[in-house]
């Protein structure tokens, strides 16, 4: 066993055995289960698998029988670095079941590094509403996706955004630092960001944070025209943005789940 050189070592590799063990098993599994696979004492387990719920590395469901498996807080972890076309694949299904319900395009996006992109995205059978290619850099301070991601970051990430110049598009852009860090606030009281003709005077956009964990690293952002996303049902096209993103983020935990720890 690695760990001979400390006591803290060693518990280090009791904790990294029941995370490899959990992240590899379909199913939850319990307090029991745990110490027979890896021959270990259950109160030993018991005080592992308390430590490893406190901080997040996993969860304990189920009364009065417990059970546990990997963890949200370790899922953000493994999720940041996970590859765009695997996140493709869990996202698509649940993209396109929202372009039927909105008829409007809708993509997911991703802050990689210092910049947010658009991952992939679904277009309504009547044509492509807006520029929104995989790959396409979302600015910061104007696109809606962006700002849902942007705004939930520690203060050396927003930072670095307003370090940039901020560019104007349209009349209704941003580019003052306190009114963008005041439009930051209001994402994460409503837990949602808009662009309301920020980038192009003629389209708007809605965009809801795909909270992984205790952090944020997606968006689901729909866009279209404004005439007529303005027009639109507001707290419905809302609702159905943050049924999916709460889809996607369940999908992320599971295919982790399954997978191992690897997305």
């Not at 349209?170 to 860090?181: E, H, W, Y």
């Amino acid at each position: 066993m690695v760990g001979r050189t400390g006591a803290g070592a060693g518990v280090l590799e009791r904790c990294a055995r029941i995370v490899e063990l959990l992240g590899s098993s379909p199913d939850p599994l319990s307090l029991t289960e745990v110490a027979d696979f890896l021959n270990l004492p259950k109160a030993t387990v018991h005080r592992l698998l308390k430590a490893l719920v406190g901080v997040g590395w996993a969860e304990r469901e189920g009364r009065p029988r417990a059970a546990y498996r990997i963890g949200r807080r370790l899922t953000t972890v493994l999720t940041a670095g996970s590859d765009d076309a695997l996140l493709a694949l869990c996202a698509e299904p649940i993209l396109t079941t929202l372009v039927d319900r909105l008829n409007e395009t809708c993509f997911l996006a991703r802050l990689a590094g210092q910049a947010v992109h658009v991952v992939t995205f679904r277009a309504p059978r009547r044509g492509l509403r807006g520029t929104v290619e995989p790959g396409t850099v979302m600015p910061g301070h104007a696109a809606a996706s962006a700002k849902a991601i942007i705004a939930y970051q520690d203060r050396a990430v927003i930072e670095r955004v307003l370090r940039r110049p901020l560019r104007r598009y349209t009349a209704r852009t941003i580019t003052d630092d306190a009114a963008l860090l005041s439009a930051y606030a209001e994402v994460r009281a409503a837990g949602e960001a808009l662009c309301l003709g920020e980038i192009e005077s003629d389209v708007a956009a809605f965009a809801v944070p795909v909270r992984t964990g205790r952090s944020v690293y997606f968006s689901i952002a729909v866009t279209g025209p404004h005439e007529l996303l303005g027009a639109a049902d507001h707290a419905a096209v809302i609702d159905a943005m943050r049924s999916g993103a709460h889809a996607l983020a369940e999908e992320l935990h599971r295919r982790l789940r399954r997978r191992g720890g690897e997305l």
